[in-house]
Every structure is written in structure tokens, then in C-alpha cells.
């Protein structure tokens, strides 16, 4: 795999984090406070979820531009 690839995975990877992004800590927001009201934890486990899967998304994106960048 040559570095124009690897720049493009690590690229889509980053796109692919942003809806994770913006979506995990809205939801933990504007449901959170009502789950733990309404004993519905369920909406918190899938927004902490939805925050991890987030930060492994770019995690991962990042370091496939590294690696493109520093040639590891």
C-alpha cells in the first residue's frame, strides 16, 4: 500500500468519526439527564458507546496519516 492510499484510508476513517463525534455527547445530553430519572441506563450505555467508537474511529484515522506521513 503506498502513502496516497494510506492518507485516504486514515482520511475516510476521520470522516467516518465525525458523525460519532457530534452524536455520542448530544445524545449522553439531551437523554442522559432523563435516563437516569426514568431508570433507563440503556441510553447512557449506547451514548458512551457511540463516544468510544468515536475516539477509536480517530484514533485509528490518525495514526493511518502518520503512518502515510512518516512512512512506518
Known amino acids: 500500500m503506498d502513502k496516497k492510499e494510506k492518507l485516504l484510508k486514515g482520511l475516510n476513517f476521520l470522516a467516518l468519526s465525525f458523525p460519532f463525534i457530534f ?3 448530544t445524545l449522553y445530553y439531551y437523554k ?3 435516563a ?3 431508570n433507563e441506563p440503556w441510553w447512557l ?3 458512551l458507546v457511540i463516544m468510544m ?3 477509536y474511529l480517530a484514533v485509528k484515522g ?3 496519516i502518520l503512518n ?3 512512512d512506518s
Open 45 to 47: 450505555v449506547i451514548s
Open 53 to 55: 467508537l468515536a475516539v
Open 23 to 25: 452524536g455520542g455527547p
Open 32 to 34: 442522559g439527564a432523563q
Open 62 to 64: 490518525l495514526r493511518k
Open 36 to 38: 437516569i430519572k426514568n
Open 68 to 70: 502515510a506521513f512518516f
